[in-house]
């Protein structure tokens, strides 16, 4: 809960500050799928939430791997290259989002396996990407 309100504190201090977080240039259409893919990842968290909270473990891990976990790796690989936002973005920034599939496999695994316990520890893991890149990186 600390590292919530502080990430908070710095987001307000961010938001009085001009952006320093780093510029990801990507093309035009790599952007666009960039941001309906985080689009879509937030309708698959709320949507992971919802199940757990309603002791629907085993569908939250089908949730977490088929649309956040290693299995939707590689979803663009048929798109022209300018528009895979992947092979386009800083190295660092790519590996962050890489991070961000192996914990939604992790989730997952314990989520299947019926493991509330070990799901519910490893929840957070699932944003913690998501809060590292957005805080790190912009793409306009």
Request: hydrophobic fraction near 50%.
């Amino acid at each position: 809960m600390k590292a919530l309100f502080a990430i908070l504190a710095l987001a307000s201090t961010m938001a009085m500050a001009e952006d320093a977080r780093q510029l990801a240039v990507l093309p035009v259409p790599a952007q666009e799928v960039l941001r309906q893919d985080m689009r879509d990842n937030l309708v698959a968290l709320n949507e992971i939430l919802s199940l757990m909270a309603t002791g629907k473990l085993k569908e939250a891990g089908e949730v977490a791997e088929s649309k956040l976990g290693q299995s939707a790796m590689g979803k663009h690989r048929s798109k022209p290259f300018e528009a895979r936002p992947g092979p386009n973005m800083p190295p660092a920034m790519h590996s962050i989002g890489m991070d961000g599939h192996r914990a939604a496999s992790e989730f997952a695994a314990a989520a299947q396996a019926g493991d509330r316990d070990k799901a519910l520890a490893l929840l957070p893991n699932l944003t913690a990407a998501c809060v590292a890149c957005h805080f790190s990186y912009r793409i306009r």
